[in-house]
């Protein structure tokens, strides 16, 4: 009989922590990649635990998410948005239960075996919400437009951005600071007359750290949307380091966009153009983990 491997303790948080866990498993050295329509939309990297987790802290406290015929639940923090993990009392034994392993404290997930699922051909095809507002201001010679949305489609967005294929000469990052990793953006840098966002009354809005960005994600279906500069009263502004003020005064016309929201689009075109960015010994302060 094969000697079972060592078990390793692992503990996990949504980034705000209100909800954290610990896991007692095997070594995580592979994850496992769905490109089902959510999944696709929240980055998701799975494993799964079987009887190995146990929550610490914030029973309770996740919010559900369900779509196609409601047998998986995705669970995502409503305060910050992580997604967390998901539930499906239909799966096979010790598959019950997926969580995502952005959310495991100390974890580089860059060098991890990354397993390719196709949960795409599984259930009923999904329908992506369409864009109904205005196009973008901005005025952007060879620019194209692209549309995409929440999961749910309670909130959707138009960009007008340079192609994003071969060619595309702007910055495409993916970052492993602790919300980053988390929340699983790609992110693209348009400015704020490239972006139209409909539905705004649906977002939560996620505010850490300096408090300079606030991170937008749908209050329904928790997928991750965009990031915008903070409005601050003048004596926030005041309270704010140098460092962070100048930050700030120099990007108020940012507004990046999580790439993943985008509809129809294949993302592998651009994949060998994304940037690793070592975001969690770049932030200040840096984020301590609960």
């Not at 100390?106 to 329908?127: F, H, M, Q, S, V």
């Not at 749908?218 to 004596?235: A, F, R, S, W």
């Not at 003020?245 to 507004?255: I, L, S, V």
């Amino acid at each position: 009989m094969a000697e079972e491997p060592p078990l390793k303790t692992y503990r996990g948080n949504c980034h705000c922590g209100v909800f954290i866990f610990e896991l007692k498993v095997p070594e995580i050295k592979t994850a496992n990649e769905c490109n089902c329509s959510l999944c696709r939309k929240k980055g998701y990297l799975f494993t799964f635990p079987g009887e190995g987790m146990t929550v610490v802290k914030g029973e309770g406290t996740l919010k559900k998410y369900t779509f196609n015929e409601g047998n998986t639940e995705h669970n995502f923090c409503p305060t910050c948005g992580t997604p967390v993990m998901g539930y499906n009392p239909n799966f096979p034994p010790g598959k019950t239960t997926a969580v995502n392993v952005r959310t495991i404290q100390g974890l580089d997930i860059w060098k991890l075996d990354i397993n390719k699922y196709a949960g795409k051909e599984n259930g009923p095809p999904y329908t992506p919400p369409k864009y109904s507002g205005p196009e973008p201001t901005a005025d952007i010679e060879g620019a194209k437009l692209y549309t995409g949305s929440c999961h749910c489609g309670a909130v959707a967005a138009c960009i007008k951005i340079k192609p994003l294929d071969s060619t595309y000469p702007d910055r495409i990052a993916e970052c492993n600071c602790s919300n980053c990793q988390r929340a699983g953006y790609l992110w693209i840098y348009p400015k704020k007359d490239q972006v139209v966002i409909q539905g705004r009354d649906n977002l939560s809005y996620y505010v850490f750290g300096n408090g300079v960005w606030r991170k937008g994600f749908c209050k329904t279906c928790g997928v991750q949307i965009m990031n915008e500069p903070n409005p601050l009263t003048d004596e926030q502004v005041e309270a704010l380091s140098a460092d962070a003020r100048a930050f700030r005064d120099g990007k108020m016309d940012w507004f990046p966009v999580n790439m993943r929201i985008l509809n129809d689009f294949d993302f592998d075109v651009v994949m060998d153009k994304v940037q690793r960015m070592d975001g969690w010994n770049m932030a200040k302060p840096p984020y301590v983990n609960p």
